[in-house]
T-cell receptor, first 117, second 112 residues
Framework: DGGITQSPKYLFRKEGQNVTLSCEQNLNHDAMYWYRQDPGQGLRLIYYSQIVNDFQKGDIAEGYSVSREKKESFPLTVTSAQKNPTAFYLC????????????????FGEGSRLTVL | KQEVTQIPAALSVPEGENLVLNCSFTDSAIYNLQWFRQDPGKGLTSLLLIQSSQREQTSGRLNASLDKSSGRSTLYIAASQPGDSATYLCAVTKAAGNKLTFGGGTRVLVKP
């Protein structure tokens, strides 16, 4: 069955370390997104990609980096430059042409919870 | 810049009562609006998607309306059940494949 897989589910990091969160989808979606969610707050967009080898900054891109070398994969690196990285990170994808779901409908993974020690 | 607001932030109702959740947005030039459900510690599940040309969408006990000109959408959940307890979020986008802007969510508790 198709979906979005995020890993790891839980991740602990020491200050000063970079970490990479994985996001893989088999929905044949062109667009992929990374959101950050803090307790009691809505979702804030970090980066998004509408096509392979291209991505755009969202509202809170500082301290993060991404790549989109394959349609199925959109990994997020949380760098040591991110001042407050402890949060719940959500990956999503949507169809703009072919693939599962309605055009523009967003599908989410189960999230990765990052804690800085 | 698009801003999406959901009021109230939290809502508590007895089982069986109908739920009415509100979502407002500042820029009416939207492509679609989506309603999501989020359980604690989980990802978001898409409930309903309304295209800008539509006035409402229905799925089972859920009905969502859209009034683009006034920048509002309402999610109705009929005959609420304890299993409906969750946070409900709405989001809008300007184009397919473009970024979505989310509201802060309404946390719902349905008491048995």
């Amino acid at each position: 069955d198709g979906g979005i897989t995020q890993s790891p589910k839980y991740l602990f990091r020491k200050e000063g370390q970079n970490v990479t969160l994985s996001c893989e989808q088999n929905l044949n979606h062109d667009a992929m997104y990374w959101y950050r969610q803090d307790p009691g707050q809505g979702l804030r967009l970090i980066y998004y990609s509408q096509i392979v080898n291209d991505f755009q900054k969202g509202d809170i891109a500082e301290g993060y980096s991404v790549s989109r070398e394959k349609k199925e994969s959109f990994p997020l690196t949380v760098t040591s430059a991110q001042k407050n990285p402890t949060a719940f990170y959500l990956c999503a994808s949507s169809m703009s042409g072919g693939g599962r779901g309605l055009v523009g409908e967003l599908f989410f993974g189960e999230g990765s919870r990052l804690t800085v020690l | 810049k698009q801003e999406v607001t959901q009021i109230p932030a939290a809502l508590s109702v007895p089982e069986g009562e109908n739920l009415v959740l509100n979502c407002s947005f500042t820029d009416s030039a939207i492509y679609n609006l989506q309603w999501f459900r989020q359980d604690p510690g989980k990802g978001l599940t898409s409930l309903l998607l309304i295209q800008s040309s539509q006035r409402e969408q229905t799925s089972g006990r859920l009905n969502a309306s859209l009034d683009k000109s006034s920048g509002r959408s309402t999610l109705y959940i009929a005959a609420s059940q304890p299993g409906d307890s969750a946070t409900y979020l709405c989001a809008v986008t300007k184009a397919a494949g473009n970024k979505l802007t989310f509201g802060g969510g309404t946390r719902v508790l349905v008491k048995p």
